[in-house]
């Protein structure tokens, strides 16, 4: 089993970035495929981004595809978010998870078993 926190959210203006982490304590975090999530009021979890066990497949939602970018560090066992060229459209909460069943990571949050309590990110106009 894995536990996930996420850190760096926060208030930004349009055209700012921010780096989000999910550190994840627990045993074999490099077994574990892991995506991001995030969730604006009033809206369902959408996907964001997601990274396999070792980092060599990665996946973007259209919407933040050239913007943002995924890695890890297993030896840290943290993944990061770079998220550039922010959008007031990019405000949420986002959630990391983790997966260690499926062959290459989801992009539904069904499919993630383990989930952190999520990071507030606010970009301005």
């Known amino acids: 089993q894995v536990q996930l926190v996420e850190s760096g959210g926060g208030l930004v203006q349009a055209g700012g970035s921010l780096r989000l982490s999910c550190a994840a304590s627990?045993?074999?975090?490099?077994?574990?495929?892991v995506g991001w999530f995030r969730q604006a009021p009033g809206k369902e979890r959408e996907f964001v981004s997601a990274i396999s066990r070792g980092g060599d497949n990665t996946k973007y939602a259209d919407s933040v595809k050239g913007r943002f970018t995924i890695s890890r560090d297993n030896a840290k066992s943290t993944v990061y978010l770079q998220m550039n060229s922010l959008k007031p459209e990019d405000t949420a909460v986002y959630y990391c998870?983790?997966?260690?069943?499926?062959?290459?990571?989801?992009?539904?949050?069904?499919?993630?078993?383990?989930w952190g309590q999520g990071t507030q990110v606010t970009v301005s106009s």
């Open positions: 998870a983790g997966d260690r069943y499926l062959s290459v990571p989801a992009t539904s949050s069904y499919l993630y078993d383990y």
């Open positions: 627990g045993r074999s975090f490099s077994s574990y495929h």
